[in-house]
């Protein structure tokens, strides 16, 4: 037989040991596969049509408040060509491996916060009265080391009660199937919480920026840092919730003002910082850079800088009233080196190896 036909035919039946172990080996039944079915026509579905908004209360002031200069970009966001045709906006297609690993995992783990395995280094709000209208900050991007079912983040939230809503940078296999750094959106409105666009809640309005693009490239340590900014921001006006992200600071979408209970008002607590999680007894991944922060050079760090909120009343200023937290002081280390002049404005170092808890 010809060398090539045996290869064809080695091929053909390697893809099909793989389909059987997928269909055979997850425990999943009958009854979820079809509904899995279901959803992966209802998800990939043809161009979207999108909705032409921005956000009103958002000026031009407001936006050159929240600008940041310096620090090397990132150049990912962006869809070739152009993005996608008029009137529609870019989701990124699911597939069935997508929608199996998400089942599995919402077999194991929930979305619920501090739940076992889940680690934390960030630099949060205080309990007080005051009230915030928006948040931001300009991080720098990474892509720690991490195994099936573990993830690794960097991410900027808000939070009112139940409701929280965050965005950043994650290395997630069980949510993407690969370990690249990835944007990445999440919110939880009472019971209901959501990834990205996955389910009704987020409304895109641009047609030439995905939210789940991969970052590229990403941060080396001890070489020019790569950062990418996010913003969360409150339309007055509506009392819708805006994301700005990436370079030149684009008005992605926004999630609606009536999804929510406690963030239909104004937010009460922020957090920036690092997230990681691994199953219950295994090993944690490492967060940042994979190394504690050096407080002295801060380019050689994972850090938030030019940290800021909005207040009640719209205006962008210097976060107060803080604490940097890290749940385990031996897997993760946190620096608040405060406002380092025009530069970086308030920095906050974050990062570890992880390891054993």
């Known amino acids: 037989m010809d060398l090539r036909v045996v290869l064809v035919l080695l091929f053909i039946s390697s893809l099909l040991v793989c389909h059987n172990t997928v269909?055979?080996?997850?425990?999943?039944?009958?009854?979820e596969y079809l509904e899995l079915e279901k959803q992966i026509e209802l998800l990939n579905k043809p161009a979207v049509k999108t909705i032409h908004m921005k956000p009103t209360s958002l000026t031009r002031k407001a936006r050159d408040e929240v600008a940041l200069n310096g620090t090397k970009p990132t150049s990912t966001g962006a869809l070739r060509g152009g993005g996608c045709p008029l009137g529609t906006v870019p989701i990124r297609r699911v597939t069935r491996e997508d929608l199996i690993r998400e089942k599995l995992d919402s077999k194991t783990m929930s979305l619920e916060e501090n739940r076992p395995g889940t680690h934390y280094a960030v630099l949060r709000t205080r309990v007080t009265r005051k009230k915030f209208s928006g948040a931001g900050a300009r991080f720098t991007l990474?892509?720690?080391?991490?195994?099936?079912?573990?993830?690794?983040?960097a991410r900027v939230k808000i939070q009112n009660?139940?409701?929280?809503?965050?965005?950043?940078?994650?290395?997630?296999p069980s949510l993407y199937?690969?370990?690249?750094?990835?944007?990445?959106?999440?919110?939880?409105?009472?019971?209901?919480?959501?990834?990205?666009?996955?389910?009704?809640?987020?409304?895109?309005?641009?047609?030439?920026v995905q939210l789940d693009a991969y970052f590229a490239p990403v941060s080396i340590p001890g070489?020019?840092?790569?950062?990418?900014p996010v913003y969360i921001i409150r339309?007055?006006?509506?009392g819708n919730w805006w994301l700005i992200i990436r370079e030149g600071y684009i008005a992605v979408g926004f999630w609606p003002k009536r999804i929510f209970t406690g963030l239909g008002d104004l937010a009460n607590y922020?957090?920036?910082?690092?997230?990681?999680?691994?199953?219950?007894?295994?090993?944690v991944p490492p967060m940042g850079t994979g190394f504690f922060p050096i407080r002295r050079f801060i380019s050689l760090n994972a850090y938030f800088r030019r940290i800021v909120v909005r207040n009640e009343y719209g205006q962008t200023v210097d976060v107060?009233?803080?604490?940097?937290?890290?749940?385990?002081?031996?897997?993760?280390?946190v620096v608040d080196k405060g406002d380092q002049g025009d530069y970086f404005g308030r920095v906050f170092l974050y990062g570890g190896p992880g390891g054993k808890t």
Not at 177 to 205: E, M
Not at 270 to 283: I, K, M, Q, R, Y
């Open 23 to 31: 269909e055979g080996g997850t425990g999943l039944s009958e009854e």
């Open 142 to 153: 990474h892509r720690p080391h991490v195994n099936g079912g573990q993830y690794s983040a």
């Open 161 to 172: 009660g139940p409701d929280s809503i965050e965005s950043g940078w994650r290395v997630d």
């Open 177 to 208: 199937g690969d370990s690249r750094t990835r944007g990445y959106i999440h919110f939880n409105a009472g019971q209901s919480h959501c990834f990205n666009t996955r389910c009704p809640g987020f409304v895109i309005v641009r047609s030439d």
């Open 223 to 228: 070489i020019d840092p790569v950062s990418t």
């Open 235 to 238: 339309d007055k006006p509506s």
């Open 270 to 283: 922020v957090e920036w910082g690092g997230e990681a999680f691994s199953p219950p007894g295994t090993v």
């Open 320 to 333: 107060d009233n803080t604490e940097a937290f890290a749940d385990n002081n031996k897997l993760y280390g």
